[in-house]
């Protein structure tokens, strides 16, 4: 294998003026202050830090462009929320590289974005969505007491990740 793929991207995305939808971000942040790096300022996405073996990003929201930078890693891990549809508070679900309806009109769901990079490139890493519940989307900052509670154990989740599914891509 590619020595460049035996890397892992965590993109964290959401928007984090919408309360809990920032989430993603906020997680992002955390797995970064628990890799010993400084949290991603609020107009700093992340791509100019590349080059780890576990690299972070941070999106308003998924596009086609990230396919670019998709390609040169063995896992990657979606970070969003979720609405409190589904029954766990934090959810993970293993993605296939395939066109899928996106949640809502203007964004790309994570599968589309794998899909796209196995078409363009010829590979897609293993990819991972992990939700997380969220109990405040209206307008402003900071997340609600309940959605904060579930950034830690989100970012064990993160790095139980890396060990099961690290080990398997690299093999």
Same mark, same amino acid.
């Given at each position: 294998?590619? +020595?460049?793929?035996?890397?892992?991207?965590?993109?964290?995305? &959401?928007?984090?003026?919408?309360?809990?939808? &920032?989430? %993603?971000?906020?997680?992002?942040?955390?797995?970064?202050?628990?890799?010993?790096?400084?949290?991603?300022?609020?107009?700093?996405?992340?791509?100019?830090?590349?080059?780890?073996?576990?690299?972070?990003?941070?999106? *308003?929201?998924?596009?086609?462009?990230?396919?670019?930078?998709?390609?040169?890693?063995?896992?990657?891990?979606?970070?969003? #929320? *979720?609405?409190?549809?589904?029954? +766990?508070?934090?959810?993970? +679900?293993?993605?296939?590289?395939?066109?899928?309806?996106?949640?809502?009109?203007?964004?790309?769901?994570?599968?589309?974005?794998?899909?796209? #990079?196995?078409?363009?490139?010829?590979?897609?890493?293993?990819?991972?969505?992990?939700?997380?519940? %969220?109990?405040?989307?209206?307008? %402003?900052?900071?997340?609600?007491?309940?959605?904060?509670?579930?950034?830690?154990?989100?970012?064990? *989740?993160?790095?139980?990740?890396? %060990?099961?599914? &690290?080990?398997?891509?690299?093999?």
């Amino acid at each position: 294998m590619n +020595e460049q793929r035996k890397r892992m991207l965590i993109a964290g995305f &959401g928007n984090v003026f919408r309360r809990d939808d &920032g989430v %993603g971000p906020a997680v992002v942040n955390a797995l970064r202050v628990r890799l010993g790096r400084a949290p991603l300022g609020p107009l700093d996405d992340g791509f100019d830090d590349l080059g780890h073996t576990v690299d972070t990003v941070v999106l *308003h929201q998924l596009v086609p462009e990230l396919v670019e930078t998709i390609k040169d890693y063995s896992l990657l891990i979606f970070v969003d #929320a *979720h609405v409190g549809n589904l029954p +766990e508070d934090i959810r993970v +679900e293993m993605l296939d590289a395939t066109y899928t309806q996106p949640f809502v009109s203007h964004q790309i769901h994570p599968s589309t974005v794998l899909a796209l #990079a196995q078409q363009m490139y010829g590979y897609a890493p293993r990819a991972v969505l992990l939700s997380i519940r %969220g109990y405040d989307f209206d307008f %402003g900052e900071g997340l609600s007491a309940q959605t904060a509670a579930l950034v830690s154990p989100a970012v064990a *989740h993160i790095q139980a990740l890396e %060990g099961e599914l &690290g080990a398997q891509s690299v093999a």
